[in-house]
């Protein structure tokens, strides 16, 4: 989550208008819907990545590492859809690769891949500050726009729950062998639990103290410069990704 925040916030788009880079985003992930083949799934995957390391400067160290867990997912997602397991009398539980999901299975992963590099484009490149700016512009309900809020901060105050936590038991030890290890880790799951309801009360009771204990959670944003060019240009580039989807899906 810090990678998120950091890479939101020291970024070539920074100042960019939150709309420009939410259309852009829109349009990757329509263009990865309307793709008919994976490989023109892969190349709007490739176009938003492109966008994103060089167009917004993310470091590419950054956008590896939260892309890893999302392409973990995919990869295990993958696999199940190109396996099966089946029982017989005589051999058992046996995993069998099925030829003909080959296909759709390349299909599947194509577009999930191409809507992930789209997502990260706009996540990696727009604080959260900016999105819900935007769409509180859009009429989103209040209600929602407090939950992410809540949500979002609670990623955070479960990360240095969790990171305070190990940095103790490696202190004492606690990781020094296997069997160690697993008491720790067994110990950490449940202790997370009484620290982040801790912590979430500590959030909610500073929330009431500066008057935030109903209405909704307003942020200041910054003045954006040159809005109308900036969404100017990533419509522009949102119907680009729409044509090359459609002229590598004929």
Not at 69 to 89: E, K, Q, T, V, Y
Not at 100 to 119: D, N, W
Not at 121 to 129: E, G, I, K, N, Q
Not at 130 to 156: G, I, K, N, Q, S
Request: with cysteine; net charge positive.
């Amino acid at each position: 989550m810090w990678i998120v925040e950091r890479s939101a916030h020291h970024n070539r788009w920074y100042a960019v208008t939150p709309a420009a880079k939410g259309i852009f985003a829109l349009a990757g992930l329509a263009a990865a819907y309307l793709a008919q083949t994976p490989a023109a799934a892969l190349a709007v995957a490739g176009a938003c990545f492109v966008a994103t390391w060089l167009g917004a400067g993310v470091r590419l160290g950054w956008y590896l590492r939260v892309a890893a867990a999302p392409l973990g997912f995919l990869a295990l997602s993958a696999l199940s859809l190109l396996s099966s397991i089946a029982w017989s009398a005589e051999t058992g539980w046996t995993l069998r690769l099925q030829p003909a999901a080959l296909t759709p299975a390349m299909m599947a992963s194509a577009r999930a891949l191409a809507a992930l590099s789209a997502l990260l484009a706009l996540v990696l490149t727009t604080p959260l500050s900016h999105l819900l700016a935007l769409l509180r512009r859009l009429h989103c309900p209040e209600v929602l726009l407090d939950l992410m809020v809540l949500c979002y901060r609670l990623l955070f105050v479960f990360a240095d729950a969790s990171r305070d936590t190990l940095a103790a038991q490696s202190a004492r030890l606690g990781f020094s062998s296997p069997v160690r290890s697993l008491r720790s880790m067994g110990l950490l799951v449940g202790n997370l639990a009484a620290q982040v309801a801790f912590r979430a009360s500590g959030l909610q009771t500073a929330a009431e103290a500066r008057c935030c204990s109903d209405g909704s959670l307003r942020f200041l944003t910054p003045l954006f410069v040159h809005t109308g060019r900036h969404i100017a240009l990533g419509s522009a580039a949102g119907v680009g990704l729409l044509l090359l989807a459609w002229r590598l899906s004929v």
